[in-house]
T-cell receptor, first 115, second 112 residues
Framework: DVKVTQSSRYLVKRTGEKVFLECVQD?????MFWYRQDPGLGLRLIYF???????EKGDIPEGYSVSREKKERFSLILESASTNQTSMYLC??????????????FGPGTRLTVL | AQSVSQHNHHVILSEAASLELGCNYS??????LFWYVQYPGQHLQLLLK??????LVKGIKGFEAEFIKSKFSFNLRKPSVQWSDTAEYFC??????????FGDGTTLTVKP
């Protein structure tokens, strides 16, 4: 059974702290993604990676960075957390596109609260 | 830029009612389309997908969706909803590069 795991389900941090969110997938997928999910705004892509050490900005990369040193692991970093980064963060993985249509597999999410 | 719009933010139905959730996308090239569902307290999971062939696709739990290329639409349907269908539903579109654009989501509440 395919699995995407995230390091924490709930996290509370203070403004200005550096925050690390970890994601691991066991499906040998090439692509990995970080989204934030806010009510009424759907899923917004922060960053994605299509290979080890490769990354591309999504729609809302400001205030975030990522790291992908190993194929199975994709980390999201908030260099200096702010209250407007309070949100649900979802990690996902997929195989590259092509004729098959690449569905994404999601982790359970991390609910981050920044005080 | 690619975009996906879902017509309804919140839909409330009684059990056994029919469901149709609208989804339109804007992208001129080849696009793969998906509906994902998020049940309360659970992961987002795939409901169904379209990438080629028969424009009427069937998914899990009796859901289906129809791809109408001329209307850039991919509406989700179910003839008779159940209380257990209460969830948030997301339409998504992606290119063969594998990156998806999601709609804002539709919250479906089914009253028993």
């Amino acid at each position: 059974d395919v699995k995407v795991t995230q390091s924490s389900r709930y996290l509370v941090k203070r403004t200005g702290e550096k925050v690390f969110l970890e994601c691991v997938q066991d499906m040998d997928h090439e692509n990995m993604f970080w989204y934030r999910q806010d009510p009424g705004l759907g899923l917004r892509l922060i960053y994605f990676s299509y290979d080890v050490k490769m990354k591309e900005k999504g729609d809302i990369p400001e205030g975030y960075s990522v790291s992908r040193e190993k194929k199975e692991r994709f980390s999201l970093i908030l260099e200096s957390a702010s209250t407007n980064q309070t949100s649900m963060y979802l990690c996902a993985s997929s195989q590259p596109g092509g004729g098959g249509g690449s569905e994404q597999f999601f982790g359970p999410g991390t609910r981050l609260t920044v005080l | 830029a690619q975009s996906v719009s879902q017509h309804n933010h919140h839909v409330i139905l009684s059990e056994a009612a029919s469901l149709e959730l609208g989804c339109n996308y804007s992208y001129g090239g080849t696009v793969n389309l998906f509906w994902y569902v998020q049940y309360p307290g659970q992961h987002l999971q795939l409901l169904l997908k379209y990438f080629s062939g028969d424009p009427l696709v069937k998914g899990i739990k009796g859901f289906e969706a129809e791809f109408i290329k001329s209307k850039f639409s991919f509406n989700l349907r179910k003839p008779s909803v159940q209380w257990s269908d209460t969830a948030e539903y997301f339409c998504a579109a992606n290119t063969n590069a594998g990156k998806s654009t999601f709609g804002d989501g539709t919250t479906l509440t089914v009253k028993p």
